[in-house]
């Protein structure tokens, strides 16, 4: 804990509250890998550190929780999320294999309510405020765009990778913010499917994916240094 230690008095608590400062200082460790991945994060020892009482230290350890960026377990409480370049890189590219797949198959057969579900997850995404909720809204986003595929098992794949990917999604807009939640490429997919344009479709989600894909390498680089 030395490290935070050194973050804690580096940082003046100009926040509204103390819950705010403790997750501001945690994230701040976590990201910069000050406080790397598998590190306890024990409320006791928390709560000396940054002289408060376990009550603010548990919120916000709730809230780095929702981004991906703490683990609970039972029987040893809080960690540092667990997560490398290598295993984000094997998602992505798992996801780049099947999803174009089971798109190209779908769009043909997409519905008009299909569609229009796909906008209002959209539009559910753009107004949603946390993070804790976004890693859902965009496998189901996703999924709804693939449904009509009418291939279970390729879809049981698709679903599992998606779920998976939920924490490097949340990890990657606590590092990087919403703006790389990229909703125009999801828009212009939707854009794509509604003229039944399945190689445009196609298109546009492989850089979807190839992106997102990019942005979370570029992010640990200097980590791997």
């Known amino acids: 804990m030395a490290t935070l230690?050194?973050?804690?008095?580096?940082?003046?608590?100009?926040?509204?509250?103390?819950?705010?400062?403790?997750e501001s200082t945690l994230k701040e460790?976590?990201?910069?890998?000050a406080l790397p991945g598998g590190t306890p994060l024990r409320q006791e020892d928390l709560a000396a550190e940054f002289g408060l009482s376990r009550m603010p230290i548990r919120e916000a350890l709730r809230q780095l929780e929702a981004q991906a960026l703490v683990d609970f377990y039972p029987h040893r409480g809080a960690v540092v999320t667990e997560i490398s370049a290598a295993e984000g890189a094997?998602?992505?590219?798992?996801?780049?294999a099947l999803e174009p797949a089971a798109l190209r198959l779908s769009v043909p057969q997409l519905t008009p309510e299909d569609l229009k579900r796909a906008r209002e997850i959209v539009d559910e995404m753009d107004a949603e405020d946390g993070q804790s909720r976004l890693g859902e809204l965009n496998r189901r986003f996703h999924m709804t765009l693939y449904s009509r595929a009418g291939r279970p098992r390729l879809l049981t794949l698709v679903d599992q990778?998606?779920?998976?990917?939920?924490r490097y999604l949340?990890?990657?807009l606590a590092a990087m913010g919403r703006n790389h939640l990229s909703q125009e490429?999801?828009?212009g997919m939707i854009d794509a499917c509604s003229a039944h344009d399945a190689d445009e479709a196609c298109?546009?989600?492989s850089q979807h994916i190839e992106t997102a894909a990019q942005n979370l390498q570029a992010f640990f680089a200097p980590r791997q240094e």
């Open 5 to 22: 230690a050194k973050l804690i008095g580096a940082k003046q608590p100009r926040f509204r509250t103390a819950t705010e400062y403790v």
């Open 29 to 33: 460790a976590i990201l910069t890998g």
């Open 90 to 96: 094997d998602n992505y590219a798992i996801r780049a």
């Open 161 to 166: 990778h998606l779920a998976a990917a939920d």
């Open 170 to 172: 949340r990890f990657h």
């Open 185 to 187: 490429e999801h828009r």
């Open 203 to 205: 298109a546009i989600l």
